[in-house]
C-alpha cells in the first residue's frame, strides 16, 4: 500500500474500512459478539477508527479487542480464545481488509458452517495457472479447473476450530489460512460460491474499486478551495510552488512563505474536511520555522491520503505583478506533481496581475488561490436480514 496507516483504519466514503466490515456482518442479524484483534498497544487508534460504531451502546458492550500476535495465524487463535468464555457455537472468521464482503455471502457461509461444520466462500480462478522454476521460467500448465481462490469469512463451528487451532500452536508449521488448519486437525471444509466483489485491499487502487457483482458503490468527489497572500519583503527568497524564482522582494513568513503551496494545503485539508493548514502546521509553532514548504505539502498529501481520498486536479492561479511566472510555470507544475504524487496533466498554474491596483499590484505583496478536485469512493448498502437464526 505504500503507506503508513493500517488498511483497516483507511476511508472508504465516510467510514473506515473496518466499520465498514462490521455494517455489513451486523446487517445480517446473526451476530451477538464481534472481536477485533489489533496490534499491541493499538486499543486507542483502534477504537478511534470505530468511534461512531461504538457511540451504540449495543455496540460498545459487544465488540471486544484483543491484541494479536506477529501472524495471522496467532492473531486468530488469540482472537478465538477470547471468545472461549462466552462459548459461542459458531465463529466466522474475517479479513478486516475485505469491506465489500456482502451479506449475502455471509449468510451462505453461516448456513454452509451450521451444516457441514466448516465453510468458506471460493471464487473460479480465471487466468491460466503455471508451476514456475527458481530462475522463474515455467515448468509445468496446470489444469485450472481443479483449484480456486478462496475468501472470508470462513465459518466454524467454535469448539472445533478452537481446538484445531491450538494444535496447530505447537507444530511448528506456517498455515495459509483457518480452513488449512481445520482441514488439518478436524475434517472436510464446505465450499460456497463466493463474490469476486469480495475483494482483499491490497493496492492502493483496490480501495478505490467501482460496482462489481451486484454490489452497489457511490463515488465521492469533494471540492476544496484555498487562497492565501504574503507581504513581500527584501532579503528573502520568493518561492512559488516550490521553486525558488529570482526577484527582489520574496514572501514574508514564519515558513519559507510559499504561498501557492499554502493555498494548495488549504485547499485539499478543506476538500477532506481536515481542517486548515494552521490547525497542523501553526505558526507559533518553532518546528515550522522556515520550513519548506514542500515539505508542509507532502505532510498534506499524507493527510488526505490517511483518510482515503487522492487528489483527482488543481486548478490554481498565483498573482504577482512582477517577475512573470510563465517562464517558471512548467516546474512548479512538475515539483506540485512530484510532492503530490500525480501527473503534471492533474496540474494547472496560470499567473495573472493585478494591474498595478492595491497592494498586489504596487508589488508589496503576493496571493494565490487553489482549487482541488478529490475522490474517494462509497461504502456499499447491504441489504437487511431480519429473519431469526441461531446467535453467534
Not at 515448468?139 to 469469512?153: M, Y
Not at 510559499?258 to 488549504?266: G, K, S
Not at 518546528?287 to 498529501?301: E, G, P
Not at 512548479?332 to 498554474?349: E, F, G, H, M, P
Request: net charge negative.
Amino acid at each position: 500500500m505504500g503507506n503508513s496507516v493500517k488498511k483497516e483504519y483507511l476511508y472508504i466514503g465516510n467510514t473506515t474500512v473496518l466499520e465498514t466490515c462490521l455494517r455489513a456482518f451486523e446487517s445480517t442479524g446473526l451476530f451477538d459478539w464481534f472481536v477485533i484483534t489489533i496490534p499491541p498497544g493499538g486499543e486507542n487508534r483502534a477504537r478511534e477508527a470505530l468511534s461512531s460504531w461504538l457511540r451504540d451502546p449495543t455496540h460498545l458492550k459487544h465488540t471486544l479487542f484483543v491484541e494479536g500476535a506477529n501472524n495471522r495465524q496467532g492473531s486468530v487463535r488469540n482472537g478465538l480464545l477470547t471468545l472461549r468464555p462466552l462459548e459461542p457455537d459458531t465463529v466466522l472468521i474475517h479479513d478486516g481488509a475485505r469491506p465489500w464482503v456482502s451479506p449475502q455471502t455471509i449468510r451462505k457461509v453461516f448456513e454452509g458452517t451450521q451444516k457441514f461444520g466448516a465453510c468458506a466462500p471460493v471464487i473460479p480462478l480465471v487466468d491460466s495457472i503455471k508451476r514456475l522454476l527458481p530462475d522463474g521460467t515455467i515448468a509445468e500448465h496446470v489444469n485450472r479447473s481443479a483449484f480456486v481462490g478462496i475468501q472470508t469469512p470462513q465459518g466454524f463451528r467454535y469448539p472445533e476450530i478452537l481446538e484445531a487451532h491450538l494444535k496447530a500452536a505447537s507444530d511448528g508449521r506456517a498455515y495459509l489460512d483457518d480452513t488449512e488448519i481445520y482441514h488439518r486437525y478436524i475434517g472436510d471444509v464446505h465450499t460456497v460460491e463466493g463474490d469476486k466483489a469480495n475483494r482483499k485491499i491490497t493496492y492502493w487502487e483496490d480501495i478505490h474499486m467501482t460496482a462489481q457483482s451486484g454490489a452497489t458503490f457511490q463515488r465521492m468527489l469533494r471540492i476544496g478551495f484555498g487562497y492565501d497572500l504574503h507581504r513581500l519583503v527584501e532579503n528573502r527568497t520568493l518561492w512559488v510552488g516550490g521553486v525558488a524564482i529570482p526577484s527582489s522582494k520574496g514572501e514574508e513568513g514564519h515558513s519559507d512563505g510559499d504561498v501557492l503551496i499554502h493555498a494548495i494545503i488549504d485547499a485539499l485539508l478543506g476538500a477532506a474536511s481536515l481542517g486548515d493548514i494552521g490547525s497542523h502546521f501553526p505558526p507559533s509553532d518553532p518546528a515550522y520555522k522556515d520550513i519548506s514548504s514542500r515539505i508542509l505539502l507532502k505532510k498534506a498529501r499524507s493527510l488526505i491520503q490517511d483518510a482515503g481520498w487522492k487528489v483527482i486536479n488543481l486548478d490554481c492561479t498565483v498573482v504577482l505583478e512582477t517577475p512573470k511566472l510563465l517562464p517558471y510555470r512548467e516546474s512548479i507544475c512538475q515539483t506540485l506533481a512530484d510532492d503530490l504524487q500525480i501527473s503534471t496533466s492533474q496540474v494547472s498554474v496560470k499567473g495573472k496581475t493585478k494591474e498595478k491596483q492595491d497592494a498586489v499590484g504596487k508589488q508589496e505583496a503576493i496571493e494565490a488561490y487553489a482549487v482541488a478536485l478529490l475522490e474517494s469512493i462509497g461504502s456499499q448498502s447491504p441489504k437487511d436480514f431480519s429473519n431469526q437464526q441461531p446467535k453467534v
